[in-house]
T-cell receptor, first 113, second 111 residues
Framework: NAGVTQTPKFQVLKTGQSMTLQCAQDMNHNSMYWYRQDPGMGLRLIYYSASEGTTDKGEVPNGYNVSRLNKREFSLRLESAAPSQTSVYFC????????????FGEGSRLTVL | GQQVMQIPQYQHVQEGEDFTTYCNSSTTLSNIQWYKQRPGGHPVFLIQLVKSGEVKKQKRLTFQFGEAKKNSSLHITATQTTDVGTYFCAGFNQAGTALIFGKGTTLSVSS
């Protein structure tokens, strides 16, 4: 049982390049989330999907897009990467929305030069 | 928007000392969750509190939810080196559909 799987684990981009972070969960959870973590800033919510077919903005959505491809998969896209998007990105899922425990992936460390 | 504030940001203790981190919200929280993140790891769920004045214990960890449901605390008795990490509290966003995290308290323990 893999839980929440994120790919890639590490990525280095140049300013202006695009990339997609992939996230998949095998727990049949309805809700999925993308957070970013920066030193001293805690975890900030980028986008979330309360259920398949819906997505909503979180605290810091600018510069990102998301796709809830199916119940299992929730991807995060950077269309034109900026150095300010250098961060560790965590995907999480929950079976009861915000009432339930969040299960996090291992994280994806992104550096934008 | 809703904010969840945590203090202190950092805390260093000697092994065996107690540790407390506090979480405060400007609005009433319907529930609050606590997570622990070990260095280099990902956040792991510890507990959820729902009721006003609720107190829950997990071995040396004691979690409290304030009477007004605007604050919460995590207390660790007799810290061990295995307690090292960052502790986060999290509460609902205004829509009640996603968790908003505090900035965390990073605990270091020297033996």
């Amino acid at each position: 049982n893999a839980g929440v799987t994120q790919t890639p684990k590490f990525q280095v981009l140049k300013t202006g390049q695009s990339m997609t972070l992939q996230c998949a969960q095998d727990m049949n959870h309805n809700s999925m989330y993308w957070y970013r973590q920066d030193p001293g800033m805690g975890l900030r919510l980028i986008y979330y999907s309360a259920s398949e077919g819906t997505t909503d903005k979180g605290e810091v959505p600018n510069g990102y897009n998301v796709s809830r491809l199916n119940k299992r998969e929730f991807s995060l896209r950077l269309e034109s990467a900026a150095p300010s998007q250098t961060s560790v990105y965590f995907c999480a899922s929950s079976d009861q929305g915000a009432l339930g425990e969040l299960f996090f992936g291992e994280g994806s460390r992104l550096t934008v030069l | 928007g809703q904010q969840v504030m945590q203090i202190p940001q950092y805390q260093h203790v000697q092994e065996g000392e107690d540790f407390t981190t506090y979480c405060n919200s400007s609005t009433t929280l319907s529930n609050i969750q606590w997570y622990k993140q070990r260095p280099g790891g990902h956040p792991v769920f510890l507990i959820q509190l729902v009721k006003s004045g609720e107190v829950k214990k997990q071995k040396r960890l004691t979690f409290q939810f304030g009477e007004a449901k605007k604050n919460s605390s995590l207390h660790i008795t007799a810290t061990q080196t295995t307690d090292v990490g960052t502790y986060f509290c999290a509460g609902f966003n205004q829509a009640g559909t996603a968790l908003i995290f505090g900035k965390g308290t990073t605990l270091s323990v020297s033996s």
